[in-house]
C-alpha cells in the first residue's frame, strides 16, 4: 500500500510549523508474519514531483533476502 500526504511538523522549540510531504510504504510480504513500513519524507515540496517517483523506483528494487544465522 502506497500513501502519500503532507502534514505540518512543529519547528524546534516551538517557533512556528513547516509544511512536511511524505511517501509511505506498507508491505506485508509473503511468509513472513509482520508489516514491513517504510517513510520517506522531505520539506521542499518544490521537488515533490521528483522526490516521489525516485521513492517509488527506489521502492520496486526492495527485495526480502533470507540470512542464516551466521547473517550469510
Known amino acids: 500500500m502506497r500513501v502519500q500526504g ?3 511538523s ?3 522549540l ?3 510549523s513547516r509544511l512536511v510531504e ?7 510480504p509473503p511468509g513472513l ?8 519524507s522531505w520539506r521542499d515540496v518544490q521537488y515533490s514531483e521528483v ?4 521513492t517509488d523506483d527506489l ?3 526492495m527485495r526480502n533476502i533470507a540470512l542464516d ?3 550469510k
Do not use: D, N, P, W
Open 59 to 61: 521502492m520496486s528494487t
Open 51 to 54: 522526490l516521489s517517483q525516485v
Open 14 to 16: 516551538g517557533f512556528g
Open 33 to 40: 508474519e509482520y508489516v514491513i513500513v517504510a517513510t520517506v
Open 10 to 12: 512543529k519547528r524546534f
Open 69 to 71: 544465522g551466521e547473517g
Open 22 to 28: 511524505f511517501v509511505r510504504y506498507a508491505v506485508f
Open 6 to 8: 503532507m502534514a505540518k
